[in-house]
């Protein structure tokens, strides 16, 4: 299967670029390669599912059938039906955004398609110069002719491509030159403390270094990991710095030495270094994560660095194997949600803690088997009772100082507690020799060590975005903030009055 991906910039606003470009029948009206153009039974040029028949300038005929159309997203995708050349399995795809700085338009042609071997070549530059490139030449000579009164429905001049190479890979970004600098609204923390340390400022992004990218967030996750930087008891963020670990957005642009992204290519990230409270930002390319079209920025932005935790913490940290009875801890919240929904699915047991029944009733429609309300009844004995005095056989406990305790008391012989977080405060100093009464495995694990480097976190990636394809977890909604109200995110996840995920909107 080949792929093909090309993009430019558009001087023109978003919104005039798309009003063109939606218009499913309108091609024949700016594209140099087509004489004529209708749409088969008289459907809307926008209804999903409308077929167009077109003839080219050279005779040639085609159909195609329109799949997708969002005003929204400014996004179209079509699959060839009937041509005159062995375009096999040909699905294309365009996609418009503003450019941040200006009013300008980025404009994002890509396509794949299966070729006879002997004409691969032949057929790749067919498709990148013949259509794509000589597209967009035309839609700006179509604006050209607009802007100077023109008549629109002109039909422009044969488009002069310069030669180039196949292409079946995406072609290189814009490049920025060396030092040029440029500047963005962030969540700014100038001294370690409480949530009102969160204060936007516009700070100035550095000149984009050869070896890495600039993004464009559109969504940012919360997690409280960004609060132990906050309060300094990690020691990720140096005051003064921007804090975050977790965003999805578009690359905006790619330094020199960099491949394998491309302006315009929707990625994400759960990874240090810090900075995702911000607008933009550059960064390093080795962990960033290419987005399917499957995958929207939110669900990312929400569940990325949650559910790579919940690969690892489930499928490495400890093995949830059929059978077993798994506890989980702060089942409501972001990563809590998708252990309880995967250990299901994993054939255990599951067990959830909340502290509230509007909390429980939430965990229940997730699949948790048993679920202990902590504020009214103590958990350990619970636990002990539902398993007729077996206990756990793992225990995910992400609150520290408040379960632990009952955490060792509610496992059974040769339990395993995994402790990955401490949302309630350090857990003090506890005598290993305690642990031996029930032969009990304590494993603390550290985010960075399962996933700071491509091969360590591919895995991770793959396997939760197929469990989000299989429906073997979701990820609600999440609770939205505007980046300026990062504190308010912050003190509504300390004082734990939200469930599941929460985002910031740039």
Not at 85 to 96: C, E, H, K, Q, T
Not at 239 to 248: H, I, R
Not at 262 to 285: I, T
Not at 312 to 322: A, E, G, R
Request: aromatic share 6%; proline share 7%; charged share 20%.
């Amino acid at each position: 299967m080949v792929k093909v991906c090309q993009s430019t910039i558009i001087e023109a606003p978003v919104d005039e670029v798309w009003a063109i470009l939606r218009d499913f029948n309108g091609h024949d009206r700016w594209h140099p390669a087509i004489a004529f153009s209708e749409i088969e039974g008289g459907e809307p040029v926008d209804a999903v599912g409308a077929v167009r028949h077109f003839r080219l300038n050279d005779g040639g005929e085609l159909r195609e059938q329109l799949l997708a159309l969002s005003d929204k997203d400014r996004r179209l995708s079509y699959c060839l039906l009937e041509a005159p050349l062995p375009l096999m399995g040909y699905v294309a795809s365009i996609r418009l955004k503003p450019v941040t700085d200006g009013n300008a338009t980025f404009w994002e042609w890509r396509s794949e398609f299966q070729p006879p071997a002997h004409r691969r070549d032949e057929l790749v530059r067919l498709v990148t110069e013949g259509i794509y490139r000589a597209g967009f030449a035309a839609v700006r000579n179509l604006l050209k002719r607009r802007s100077v009164g023109s008549p629109a429905e002109t039909r422009p001049p044969q488009a002069i491509v310069a030669p180039g190479p196949p292409i079946d890979m995406p072609q290189a970004a814009p490049r920025i030159a060396p030092g040029q600098t440029a500047t963005t609204r962030a969540i700014l923390v100038e001294r370690y403390g409480g949530p009102e340390e969160l204060q936007l400022r516009d700070i100035e992004l550095p000149p984009l270094p050869s070896n890495e990218v600039r993004i464009r967030h559109t969504v940012i996750g919360v997690n409280f990991i960004d609060v132990y930087c906050r309060t300094g008891f990690f020691d990720l963020l140096k005051p003064p710095g921007v804090p975050g670990m977790e965003a999805a957005g578009m690359i905006e642009a790619v330094g020199s030495a960099v491949s394998g992204f491309s302006a315009g290519d929707r990625v994400a990230y759960a990874c240090p270094p810090v900075g995702a409270y911000s607008e933009r930002r550059n960064m390093a390319p080795e962990l960033l994560v290419h987005l399917s079209d499957d995958i929207t920025d939110e669900i990312a932005a929400a569940g990325l660095l949650k559910g790579v935790s919940a690969s690892f913490l489930l499928h490495d940290v400890h093995v949830v194997k059929p059978g077993e009875i798994v506890l989980i801890h702060a089942a409501a919240g972001g990563i809590g949600q998708l252990l309880v929904q995967w250990a299901r699915h994993l054939g255990a047991t599951v067990v959830a803690t909340v502290s509230s029944d509007d909390k429980a009733r939430i965990v229940e429609r997730l699949g948790a088997h048993h679920v202990i309300v902590y504020s009214r009844e103590d958990f350990a004995d619970a636990v002990m009772r539902l398993t007729a005095g077996r206990g756990a056989d793992v225990a995910y406990d992400a609150v520290g100082n408040d379960t632990f305790a009952g955490s060792l008391a509610a496992l059974a012989v040769r339990g395993h507690l995994v402790s990955f977080g401490q949302a309630s405060g350090p857990i003090g100093n506890w005598d290993i020799g305690r642990f031996a009464s029930k032969s009990l495995t304590i494993s603390r694990p550290n985010y960075g060590h399962f996933t700071d480097t491509p091969e360590k976190l591919a895995p991770h990636v793959a396997r939760f975005f197929q469990a989000l394809r299989q429906g073997v977890v979701r990820v609600e909604a999440p609770t939205r903030y505007d980046l300026a109200n990062a504190a308010d995110a912050h003190r509504d996840l300390e004082s734990r009055r939200t469930t599941g995920a929460l985002v910031l909107l740039p």
